[in-house]
């Protein structure tokens, strides 16, 4: 999933990219649902109409203690 966000020596993939990323956080990889969670905040074609689901799941990783997380939530306002 990292190397498909990135793009290190691959061009981006942003599909990819959430498919993996989903698979972690649906296992319970809390860096994961932060990542997801930041992917789907975007303004992407790809993702339109997720934003809801990206703050999901960007609560989720901060109830888990992701700090990464929780200062994009509080960057966002959004409440966890």
Partial sequence: GLIQITGENHPVNYEAAAYHLENAAKWGHAKAMWMLGLLY????YLFYGKQEEGKQ???KSCRLGCEEAIDT???HNIRY
Avoid: N, Y
Wanted: a positive charge.
């Fill in 73 to 75: 939530a509080k960057k």
């Fill in 57 to 59: 799941w960007i609560i």
């Fill in 41 to 44: 905040l975007q303004e992407v």
